[in-house]
C-alpha cells in the first residue's frame, strides 16, 4: 500500500486529537482518584497521622492488583463497569476508563513514595498547631512534598501516554495505536516516524515543564 | 494551668535498648508564670516540653493544661487544646515551601483569619523579630538565628495561652536573645500568657524566669524560684548551671597565684542578697578593721529585681584580725566561708 | 539440523501444531513451536531465518505483506480457513444496518483487510480498487450508510457485541466467546474463498525442502483434519488443496 | 477449544518459570543502567556535583525518547540491536533486551526522582570532607536516599512485570501473554483468573517486600 | 595558616533582590591560634566559615589555607586540603541513615582506614563529647544537643589542621560546653589545630579565643586580642557583647533604687586590669577617705589569665570628698567615670 500525507494529515491531527482528549481525561480522574489513594496510603499507615491498618492493607491490596494486571486484561475485567459508566465498551472514551484504573494506583503509589519523604518535622508542626488531618495533608504534607510529586506526576503521565498506545485495542485511537497500526503493522515508516516523533516532543515537553516547574519549587 | 504528674517516658518500648528519657516528672506552672528548665545535653528536657502538648506520648503520667487532662482528649478536643499551645522547637521546624511570611502566617491560616488580618499580624512579628525585610525568603536563605526568630513570631502568632519554648534562643546573639525575651515578657505582662522555657543559658532564666526546675537524668531534681536558684543552688549541677552566669568558680590562674603568694588561707567567698547588699560592708570592714580587702573575683548582680552579690575576697592583714572580721561579716546576716582548694 | 524444525505460529493454531508435533516426532522430526502474539513478527523472524516455518496467515495477507517488504518467502502448503462473520444482537438482517451504525472489526493487519473486504461483499461499502488485503480504514472510498467503523484487538470483537450494531467476528474468537460461527452470523464468508486460505510459509530458498513437505503431509493427514474439525467446531474448516493451484487461484 | 487443566498446569509453569527469568535478568541489567543513568541525571543537572549541561541534555533526551515509545514499536526499532546482542530477535531471552530498554529508562527517572530529595547539606556536608564525586553518590546520596529509592524499585519492578505481557509480541512467552493469549484471545476464564492471581500474588509480594525494607531504613 | 582576602559574597546574584552577606572581608588566623567571630544574627558569620572551605563560592577575593588559595585550585586539590580542614555545622548535618558511630566513622572511611582503627578512633572521639552509650543510636533518636556533640566529634576525627566550628555549642549546657572547649583547647595545644570559631556565646570567647573579630552587616568591625576586646571595646556591638559575661550594664531595678534615693550622682564604674587589680582598691579608698564604698553591680574576673574587673559603685559622703577619691583612683592608674543615666 502507498503512503499518502493527504490521507495522512487529517488522520493524524484525529488521532493527536484523541491522545490529548485521553491523556487530559483520564490523567484528570486519575489524579483526583490517585492523589487521595497516595495520601490515604501515608496517612493510614503503621504510625501515620490516621494510622488504619484495615483502611491501609485493603488499598494496597487493591492497588497491588490493579497494578499487576496486564492492561489488556483490565480492560476485559473492567468492561461491565465501563459500560456502566460511559455506555460503551468501544472506542476513545470508553478507553479512558481503564487508563483511569491504570493510571490512578500508579499515582497513588508515585504520591505515596513522594510524600513518605517529607521530613517527620513537618508533621509535628502541624500537630502541635492543631491542625485536622485534613490541614496536615492541604497546608503541610501537599505543599511540603510539592517538588517530588511534581516529578512523580510527570513520571506518571508519560507512563500514561504509553498505556494510551494499548487504548488502540477497544477502539480508542490515537497518537500511539497510529504508530502501531500504520507504522508498525503496516510498515509505513513515515507514519512511524512521525507518530515518534510528535510523542518525543510531547514528552520531552511535558517532562521539560515538570524539571522545571519542580526545580522552582525546589529552589536549589 | 499548667501540670505534669508523673510523667514518664520510655523511647523505643519494643526494641532491644528502650531509652527511658522521663521518670516522674511533676511539675506546675500557673497562669502568667514563666518557668524555666534546665539541664543537661540529653538530660530530657525536649521529651518534657514535647509531652506538655502530648507530640511524645507519655508512657506514663497525666498531662493537666488548663485544667484538662490532654492525654484523656479524643483528637478533636486535643487539637483545640493544641491550638492554644504555642511551640517553639528546638530544630525550628520550618516549612521549605514556604517563606518567612508564609511560615509566620501558617497557625493563621489554619484559623481561617482574613487575608488583611493576616498580613497585620505577620508583619507586626516579623518585625518585631526584626526581620520584616526578609519576609519574602525561604529558610534555607536565612540564617541559623533567622530561622530561629521565625520559629518565635510563629508561635506567637495565634496569642496562645501557653507557650513552650524549646531553646528559643540557643541560636541567637545576646542583643536578639534580649529583645525575644522583652518580647515574652511583654506578651506575659499584657496577656497573662504562661511560658515554659527549655534554655541552657542560665542568663535566659536569670532575666525573665520567675521558677525553675532543674533536670537530669529524666529527673526533676532541684526546682524553686529563681532567685533561690541562683542564691543558694543545692545541687552541683544547679551551682555548675548558676556559675556560668554568676562566675562564682575562681579561675585556676587566680587562684594559682594566690597560692604563690601564700595567702590561699585568707582568701573567703561572700555571699549576700536582698537588702543586705546595699549596706557597704566591704567599706565599713576596711574602715573598722585593720586588714586590706581585694575583691580577687565574683559578681555583684540583680536577680529577678533583687540585688546579689557572690564575690571572692581576699584579706590581707593579721591573721587574728581577719578572724574577727569574718566574724563580723556573719553578724551582718551576711553568708561568708573560706574558699577550698578547687577555687569553689 | 533439518530434522529440528521452528515453527512460528499463534495461539489460535497452537492445539493443532502440538498434535503435528506429536505425529512428527514420531518421523523422526523435532518441531518446536513458538508462538507469537503479534501478527509481523512470525513472518520477519521467517525471513531472517529465526524461525523455519510459519502458519497463522491468510494467503492474501501473506501476499501483500511479502511483496510491500521485500521479504523472500513462499507459501508451501494450506491449513484450514477461519471464515469470519457478521454478527449482531441487535439485528437479523444486514439490510436492519442503519445509517450511521457502529460496526466493529478486528484490527489486526491479516484481519483487518479481510473485515473490510466481508463489507464490502456484504454490500455495505466501497474499497477502492483493487484492494489487496493489506491497509485499513482509508482504503473505503464509499460508505454510504456513513458506518462508524472502529477497529479493536480480536479478542475485543465479541466482547463489543453488546455495544455495537455489529461486529466482524474471526470464527476462533466466535466459538470461544460462545457463538455459532455456522448459525450466528448474519453474513459470513465462504468456507471455500481462496483469499482466506491459511497457509504455512517458508523461506523461499528453502521452500523445497523435504522436510518442509513432511510437514505439510502431516498436517493434511486425516488424523490432524478430524482434529481441526473436532477441536474447533467449525470454526476452523481444513483445506488440504496443492499449494500451487491456491496461489493461482488467488 | 475446551479447557483442560493437564494442559493448563506445565503451561502455567513453563510461563512462570519465563516471567521470572525475564523479570530477574531485565531487573538486574535494568538496574545496572538505570541506577547510574539516574545518578548521573542528578549530578550533571544545573547545580549538581558535576554539572555538565551537555551530558544532562543529552541523557535527559535519550530517557525521554525511549520513554515516548510505544513498547511494541521500541521491541522492533531494536530488533538489530537484539540480535547483536542475544543472536535472536525471538523469544524469551531476545524479550530481555526490549524489556531493559523500557525498564533502564524507567528506573533512571525514578531514581532520579528519590535522589534530588536528599537534603542539600548531605552534599555540603560530604564536600566539606572532600569526598570524591563517587564517595559523594556512594557513601551519602544513595545511603541517604535509599529508603524512598527501594519504593521507587519496587514501582518499576511492577512496572516492569506489566512490560513482560507484551513480551509474547517476539514469542518471549511468559505469564503476562499465557493470560492475553488464552486468558483473553481464547476466552478460556480459568486461565485468566488463575494467571492474574498469580500475578497479584507476585505484586503483592514484592510491593510487601518493598514496604518492608523501605520503612525498616527509615525507621518511622 | 588561614587568611582571607577581599572575600565578597552576594547571594541570589541573579535574582530580584540579591543580599550581599560579606563585604571586603579581611582576616588572618595564624597556626595554632583560636579564632573567634562574634555577630549578631545575620551579620554574615556563617557565610564566612563556609567561604573558608568553599562551600560558599566567594562572589570576590581569596582564600588561603596553609600557602594555597582554595579559589584557584583544580577540583581534585580542592578536596586534598578540604580533606585537612573539619567544619562542624551550625545545622549539625549528620546523615540520617547513620548511626552516631557511622556519622563520626565517615570521614575515616572516606580516608580508607582499616575498620579497626576506625573503630578505636570512633569509640575514643564518642567517648570525649560523652556519648559512647549512644553509638548505635539514629540522629533522630539523639536529643539537640548530643546531635551538635555527633558533629564536633566527626569534625574531630581525622584530625584536621583547621577546624572551623559554626555555633558548635550553641545548643550545648555550660558544662558540656567547657567539656568542648577544654577538648579544642587540648587538640590545639597537642596537635597545632587552627580553629575559626563562631559563637554568640561570649564566655567561650573568653574561655578559648586567643582572637576576635567582629562582624556586622558582613564587615568586621573590630578585631583584636581577646583582652583587648574584652577590656576596650570600641563599637557599640562590641560592647553589647562584651557586657553579656562582664555584666556591666547596670539593671533599671538598681538604678531606679539609686534614683530613688537621689544619689545617682556618685556612682561611678570603675575599670582595672592586670596588675592594678591585684592591689585593694577599694580598701585603700576606705581607709584613706571619710567616704563608704558600695559595689553595687560588676563583675571581677579572669579574662586570658589577666586579671579583670568591671564594677559600678556608689560613694557615700560628701561631694568635694567623692571628687578627691575619684582623682586618687584615677592617679592609680585605673579608669573611673560617672555612670550615665541609662546604667551605662
Ligand atoms: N542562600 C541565601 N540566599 C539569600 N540570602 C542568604 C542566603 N544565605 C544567607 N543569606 C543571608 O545572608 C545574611 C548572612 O547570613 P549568615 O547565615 O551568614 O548569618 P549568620 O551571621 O551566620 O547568622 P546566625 O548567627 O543567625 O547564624 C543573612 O541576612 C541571610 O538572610
Ligand atoms: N526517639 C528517641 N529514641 C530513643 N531515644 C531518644 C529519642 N529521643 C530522645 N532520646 C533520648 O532521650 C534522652 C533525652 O532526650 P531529650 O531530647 O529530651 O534531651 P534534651 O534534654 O532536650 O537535650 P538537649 O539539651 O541536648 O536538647 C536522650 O538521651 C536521647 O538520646
Ligand atoms: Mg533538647
Ligand atoms: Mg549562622
Not at chain 2, 33 to 54: D, F, H, P, Q
Not at chain 2, 297 to 316: A, C, D, K, Y
Not at chain 3, 30 to 39: G, L, P, R
Request: overall charge negative; some cysteine.
Amino acid at each position: 500500500m502507498e503512503f499518502s500525507w493527504s490521507w495522512f494529515w487529517p488522520e493524524l491531527f484525529g488521532s493527536l486529537n484523541e491522545t490529548l482528549y485521553m491523556i487530559f481525561v483520564a490523567f484528570l480522574i486519575s489524579l483526583l482518584i490517585g492523589i487521595p489513594l497516595g495520601i490515604t496510603l501515608v496517612i493510614t499507615r503503621d504510625q501515620g497521622i490516621l494510622a488504619n491498618k484495615t483502611v491501609f492493607n485493603l488499598l494496597n491490596i487493591v492497588v497491588n492488583v490493579l497494578r499487576s494486571i496486564p492492561f489488556i486484561i483490565l480492560i476485559v475485567a473492567i468492561i461491565p463497569l465501563t459500560r456502566l459508566i460511559v455506555g460503551t465498551s468501544i472506542g476513545t472514551t470508553a478507553a479512558i476508563v481503564p487508563l483511569v484504573f491504570y493510571t490512578a494506583p500508579y499515582i497513588g503509589r508515585l504520591v505515596e513514595n513522594s510524600l513518605l519523604e517529607v521530613d517527620q518535622g513537618t508533621i509535628e508542626l502541624a500537630e502541635s498547631m492543631g491542625a485536622t488531618p485534613w490541614q496536615i495533608i492541604w497546608k503541610f504534607l501537599l505543599p511540603e512534598a510539592l517538588s517530588s510529586l511534581i516529578l512523580s506526576l510527570t513520571i506518571a503521565i508519560i507512563g500514561l501516554i504509553g498505556a494510551t498506545a494499548m487504548a488502540g485495542a477497544v477502539g480508542g485511537g490515537g497518537i500511539g495505536d497510529l504508530a502501531i497500526s500504520y507504522g508498525y503493522n503496516q510498515f509505513q515508516t513515515e507514519v512511524m516516524v512521525v507518530t515518534v516523533i510528535i510523542l518525543v516532543i510531547m514528552v520531552q515537553l511535558i517532562q521539560s515543564i515538570g524539571n522545571y516547574l519542580s526545580k522552582k519549587i525546589r529552589r536549589s | 494551668m499548667l501540670r505534669l504528674e508523673g510523667i514518664r517516658k520510655l523511647y523505643g518500648e519494643d526494641g532491644d535498648n528502650p531509652v527511658e528519657a522521663l521518670k516522674n516528672i511533676n511539675l506546675e506552672v500557673k497562669r502568667g508564670e514563666i518557668y524555666g528548665v534546665v539541664g543537661y545535653s540529653g538530660a530530657g528536657k525536649s521529651s518534657l516540653i514535647r509531652c506538655v502538648n502530648l507530640l511524645e506520648k507519655p508512657t506514663a503520667g497525666r498531662v493537666i493544661v488548663n485544667g484538662k487532662d490532654l492525654t484523656k482528649l479524643p483528637a478533636k478536643d486535643l487539637r483545640t487544646e493544641r491550638k492554644k499551645i504555642g511551640m517553639v522547637f528546638q530544630q525550628f521546624n520550618l516549612l521549605h515551601s514556604k517563606t518567612a511570611f508564609g511560615n509566620v502566617a501558617m497557625p493563621l491560616i489554619l484559623e481561617g483569619y482574613s487575608k488583611e488580618a493576616i498580613h497585620d499580624k505577620v508583619m507586626k512579628l516579623l518585625s518585631f523579630v526584626g526581620l520584616a525585610d526578609k519576609a519574602d525568603h525561604y529558610p534555607e536563605q536565612l540564617s541559623g538565628g533567622q530561622k530561629q526568630r521565625i520559629g518565635i513570631a510563629r508561635a506567637l502568632a495565634t496569642d496562645p495561652h501557653v507557650l513552650l519554648c524549646d531553646e528559643a534562643t540557643s541560636a541567637l546573639d545576646p542583643d536578639t536573645t534580649n529583645a525575644v525575651l522583652d518580647l515574652l515578657k511583654q506578651v506575659r505582662d499584657e496577656m497573662g500568657i504562661t511560658i515554659l522555657l527549655i534554655t541552657h543559658e542560665m542568663n535566659v532564666i536569670r532575666d525573665i524566669c520567675d521558677k525553675v526546675a532543674v533536670i537530669d537524668g529524666g529527673m526533676i531534681v532541684e526546682q524553686g524560684t529563681t532567685i533561690n536558684l541562683f542564691t543558694s543552688p543545692q545541687t552541683d549541677i544547679a551551682k555548675s548551671f548558676v556559675r556560668t552566669v554568676l562566675n562564682d568558680a575562681l579561675p585556676e590562674a587566680t587562684w594559682k597565684n594566690i597560692l604563690e603568694k601564700g595567702s590561699s588561707n585568707s582568701v573567703y567567698r561572700i555571699l549576700y542578697k536582698g537588702e543586705s547588699a546595699n549596706s557597704p560592708l566591704l567599706s565599713n570592714i576596711a574602715k573598722k578593721f585593720s586588714v586590706d580587702v581585694n575583691v580577687i573575683h565574683g559578681t555583684i548582680t540583680t536577680i529577678q529585681g533583687q540585688p546579689f552579690g557572690n564575690i571572692i575576697i581576699e584579706f590581707i592583714g593579721d591573721s587574728r584580725e581577719v578572724n574577727i572580721v569574718v566574724k563580723y561579716v556573719q553578724e551582718q546576716n551576711t553568708t561568708i566561708r573560706e574558699v577550698a582548694a578547687d577555687g569553689i | 539440523d533439518s530434522t529440528n524444525v521452528k515453527v512460528g505460529t499463534t495461539t489460535a493454531e497452537t492445539p493443532t501444531w502440538e498434535l503435528v508435533k506429536e505425529l512428527a516426532a514420531e518421523e523422526g522430526i523435532e518441531i518446536e513451536i513458538i508462538q507469537f502474539s503479534d501478527y509481523v513478527q512470525p513472518n520477519i523472524a521467517l525471513d531472517n531465518g529465526e524461525i523455519d516455518l510459519n502458519a497463522f496467515q491468510t494467503i492474501t495477507y501473506f501476499h501483500s505483506f511479502k511483496e510491500e517488504q521485500g521479504l523472500h518467502l513462499s507459501a508451501i502448503g494450506t491449513t484450514a480457513i477461519w471464515p469470519m462473520g457478521i454478527y449482531s444482537e441487535k439485528i437479523e438482517e444486514l439490510s436492519e444496518i442503519g445509517d450511521g451504525a457502529q460496526i466493529i472489526l478486528p484490527k489486526e493487519p491479516t484481519n483487518l483487510g479481510r473485515a473490510l473486504m466481508l463489507l464490502e461483499k456484504a454490500e455495505l461499502i466501497t474499497l477502492k480498487e483493487g484492494f489487496n488485503g493489506s491497509g485499513g480504514v482509508e482504503s473505503i472510498v464509499e460508505n454510504p450508510k456513513n458506518l462508524d467503523i472502529v477497529t479493536v484487538t480480536a479478542g475485543q470483537t465479541a466482547r463489543g457485541l453488546q455495544d455495537a450494531t455489529a461486529a466482524v467476528i474471526n470464527s476462533d474468537i466466535a466459538i470461544a466467546a460462545g457463538l455459532n460461527p455456522t448459525s450466528d452470523p448474519v453474513f459470513r464468508e465462504d468456507e471455500q474463498s481462496v483469499p482466506y486460505i491459511n497457509i504455512i510459509a517458508s523461506h523461499t530458498d528453502r521452500k523445497n525442502e523435504e522436510v518442509f513437505q513432511q510437514i505439510v503431509d502431516i498436517y493434511h493427514s486425516e488424523k490432524v483434519q478430524s482434529f481441526i474439525e473436532d477441536e474447533y467446531e467449525g470454526a476452523a474448516v481444513p483445506v488440504v488443496r496443492p499449494i500451487e493451484e491456491v496461489i493461482e487461484e488467488q
